[in-house]
């Protein structure tokens, strides 16, 4: 097959695979039919990091901006915090949440509009995390991990007079023996990230963060257009994404907090509950949703931005999809690989005759090697940019053997 010909079946095979994709996306509900079907979108705000070291300036502006508009908001509260640093680990130097901190948050506890979650024992994270990143229970021996969450709870219930049924694991991270201990310990809702472990042995109901404040929107409205019969948002935040407590890491001022809220407010299709509130009334929050959402999410960081959000708006926490997510990422990935690793076979092999030092055998060898490279990039960094640079190098080396068997054929 000539060169010429190899780019032209390329070339149909990138819009055959491109129509496909933007067929696939334009089975979505349109927002005026789903707006009709009298749904309700349920969200749930959740803080993390809540603590002893929080400010009163902090909570006033962030509770009283719930207060404002009457609803309710869950806080992950850290129990003790690090007598040594965030990364020691001398428990006996550890500083419990005051009762002083704990009757600040008590008017709003009262009132129903505010839920206590615990966010761990300490968020101190362990050393090593590797690959997997940061986590506080993540590889402990269950009988460890069992002391501190029950130590944690123990102090909670006892300064808020109330049982706490709702879990945050810090860094969003735990492992199948934190589910057990947590299911053992009389916790009810487990609300972690998209990418952790569910058990289907227990029976915790799963409510993962699935976007940020400034999210919500565009969240509501990718909600709107999927056939969930009950959606929900689950919308996490922490103190640091105030400008006002943290300038580095900040985005956001407690005006936006406010105006989104403001917005929620006047939906119609929203109800905002806590935690434990949607864990008793949305009837599918088992391991099996979440094993599919777990799919669907790593799945997503497949995709470039872009593209995702046009596709498959990221947002709700959905029930089902999981198998047309990998439909859609599959006719992407065809486009993708396709398109760019013939665009680079093309480039290379126009090089190669161009320029003799493409032609020779150590090029060869050094370009044959480039996907074994492209493969570790993505083991060390899985996602878009590791998929793009695997489909470059194996154009690269396509072309560059083209070019010769062409030279040279047999």
């Given at each position: 097959?000539?060169?010429?010909?190899?780019?032209?079946?390329?070339?149909?095979?990138?819009?055959?695979?491109?129509?496909?994709?933007?067929?696939?996306?334009?089975?979505?509900?349109?927002?005026?039919?789903?707006?009709?079907?009298?749904?309700?979108?349920?969200?749930?705000?959740?803080?993390?990091?809540?603590s002893e070291a929080i400010?009163?300036?902090?909570?006033?502006?962030?509770?009283?901006?719930f207060g404002q508009y009457r609803l309710p908001v869950v806080f992950g509260v850290i129990p003790y915090l690090p007598g040594k640093g965030i990364l020691a680990d001398q428990p006996d130097s550890d500083q419990p949440l005051s009762a002083t901190k704990a009757d600040r948050l008590r008017p709003a506890l009262e009132a129903g509009l505010l839920e206590i979650a615990?966010?761990?024992?300490?968020?101190?994270?362990i050393i090593g995390g590797g690959l997997t990143g940061n986590s506080e229970f993540s590889g402990l021996p269950?009988?460890?991990?069992?002391?501190?969450?029950?130590?944690?709870?123990?102090l909670l219930e006892g300064l808020f007079g109330r049982p706490i049924l709702s879990f945050c694991p810090p860094f969003n991270r735990y492992d199948v023996n934190t589910v057990r201990v947590l299911a053992s310990a009389?916790?009810?809702?487990?609300?972690?990230?998209?990418?952790?472990h569910a058990d289907e042995v227990t029976p915790l109901r799963y409510l993962p963060g699935t976007c940020k404040i400034m999210q919500i929107p565009r969240a509501v409205e990718a909600a709107r257009r999927e056939r969930d019969s009950?959606?929900?948002?689950v919308v996490l935040f922490h103190p640091y994404d105030f400008i006002e407590e943290d300038a580095l890491r900040g985005y956001m001022h407690y005006a936006d907090l406010n105006a989104q809220l403001a917005w929620v407010s006047q939906q119609r299709d929203i109800r905002v509950l806590t935690l434990s509130q949607a864990s008793k009334v949305v009837k599918d929050l088992g391991a099996k949703r979440y094993g599919a959402y777990y799919h669907c999410h790593a799945l997503s960081r497949l995709l470039p931005e872009t593209l995702l959000q046009r596709i498959y708006p990221q947002g709700?926490?959905?029930?089902?999809?999981?198998?047309?997510?990998?439909?859609?990422?599959?006719?992407?990935?065809?486009?993708?690989?396709?398109?760019?690793?013939?665009?680079?076979?093309?480039?290379?092999?126009?090089?190669?005759?161009?320029?003799?030092f493409f032609a020779t055998r150590g090029c060869g060898w050094g370009m044959a090697a480039l996907p074994f490279a492209g493969f570790v990039w993505l083991l060390l960094h899985p996602g878009f940019p590791g998929l793009l640079c695997v489909a470059i190098s194996a154009g690269l080396v396509v072309g560059r053997f083209f070019h010769g068997a062409q030279q040279y054929p047999e």
């Open positions: 097959m000539k060169l010429s010909q190899l780019i032209s079946v390329a070339v149909a095979s990138v819009v055959f695979h491109g129509v496909s994709l933007v067929a696939w996306a334009a089975r979505y509900v349109p927002a005026s039919e789903a707006d009709s079907t009298g749904r309700v979108i349920t969200v749930v705000f959740r803080m993390d990091d809540y400010s009163s300036n902090m909570e006033s502006e962030v509770l009283g901006g615990q966010h761990g024992y300490s968020h101190r994270s269950s009988d460890v991990q069992r002391t501190k969450i029950i130590k944690g709870k123990t009389g916790f009810v809702t487990l609300s972690a990230g998209g990418y952790c009950q959606p929900v948002i709700p926490y959905r029930t089902v999809h999981c198998s047309r997510m990998w439909a859609i990422t599959l006719l992407a990935w065809l486009a993708i690989l396709l398109g760019t690793g013939f665009l680079m076979a093309f480039l290379v092999a126009r090089a190669t005759s161009s320029y003799p």
